[in-house]
């Protein structure tokens, strides 16, 4: 049976760019999921592997990388705009370019000084939390007599795009690792917080005072903490929290470490000051651990923080 081609496309889906912009020590992020499909004279390659018409996928990945640094990203429909010119101009054998484009929102996270503004605190200058709401969780074991509460939340994202170092580390002969001396920290905050409310006969917290001084509290102590490691910032969270709440006696994290690896530039005469970034989604670091008061015993199963 005779065959002919019907419509194709092709490109590099999916290029998580994040793109920093440092006015000062003001810091802005345009954070997006780039993805472009290109179509035009591609009858060769599909009929006989000839790629003579075909500009690489990798290619499409690095000028959208590279256009990052040029141009940088005003809004996603500018930085599209300029991709899909750029493409069907420049290659004669493209006729239509598609871009599309997810964008991710991230909001300043607010200073423990109560300035809600953020202006004049250095902290939230580079300190953010993606927009849309997080999960809230929680578990109640009742046994007749006595309660266990164990709340907490889920994809809470939060970034600081300066403040965090990485180095010191051991280095065996697999380590490959480059020692960062500022580095993006990066994570989605999943933790469970053990009220040490038990008994009917003690007066109830406050659930939903409790969830959002908690959610605050470790907001604060990630944008404000000068971070040596993901494990530092975390305890600094959990710490935070159970020394400002005393409803909470013990709290377990599961911070993913969301990589952001700083794109080279070099190759297309480009210098990339700490501005361009991929952001990797697997595999990552898992960094967990419990905080607790002092002297209370841990109740909150390991393997229950990602549930
Ligand atoms: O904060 C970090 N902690 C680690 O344990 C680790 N390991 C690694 O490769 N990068 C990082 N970053």
Do not use: C
Not at 72 to 77: C, H, Q
Not at 124 to 139: C, I, L, M, N
Request: aromatic share 10%.
């Amino acid at each position: 049976m005779p065959t002919i081609l019907g419509q194709n496309q092709y490109g590099k889906a999916e290029n998580r760019v994040v793109r920093i912009t440092r006015d000062g020590d003001t810091h802005h992020i345009k954070d997006l999921n780039v993805s472009v499909a290109l179509s035009g004279d591609m009858d060769d390659v599909h009929y006989s592997g000839s790629n003579a018409n075909v500009l690489p996928t990798d290619t499409t990945k690095n000028t959208v990388f590279a256009f990052a640094k040029e141009h940088g990203i005003e809004s996603a429909e500018q930085f599209g705009i300029h991709l899909a010119r750029h493409f069907v101009t420049s290659q004669e054998p493209i006729k239509v370019a598609r871009i599309r484009i997810e964008e991710y929102g991230w909001e300043r996270i607010a200073t423990s000084d109560g300035n809600s503004k953020f202006i004049g605190a250095d902290e939230v200058k580079h300190s953010f939390v993606r927009k849309g709401q997080e999960t809230r969780t929680t578990q109640i074991t009742f046994d007749g007599e006595r309660w266990e509460i164990i709340s907490g939340l889920k994809d809470l994202t939060v970034m600081n795009s300066t403040n965090s170092e990485f180095w010191g580390y051991v280095k065996d002969k697999y380590t490959t690792l480059k020692e960062a001396y500022d580095r993006i920290l990066a994570t989605d905050v999943s933790a469970r917080w053990r009220y040490n409310w038990t008994s009917d006969d003690e007066r109830m917290p406050n659930w939903e005072k409790s969830y959002e001084q908690a959610r605050k509290h470790m907001l604060q102590a990630f944008a404000e903490t000068y971070s040596l490691s993901l494990q530092q910032t975390l305890y600094q969270m959990g710490s935070r929290i159970i020394n400002n709440r005393s409803e909470i006696d013990e709290i377990r994290f599961s911070l993913p470490n969301n990589h952001h690896f700083l794109v080279d530039l070099e190759p297309f005469g480009l210098k990339n000051d700490n501005e361009v970034y991929f952001a990797a989604d697997r595999p990552y670091g898992l960094i967990e651990a419990t905080v607790l008061r002092d002297g209370v015993e841990p109740k909150i199963p390991v393997d229950m923080t990602n549930l």
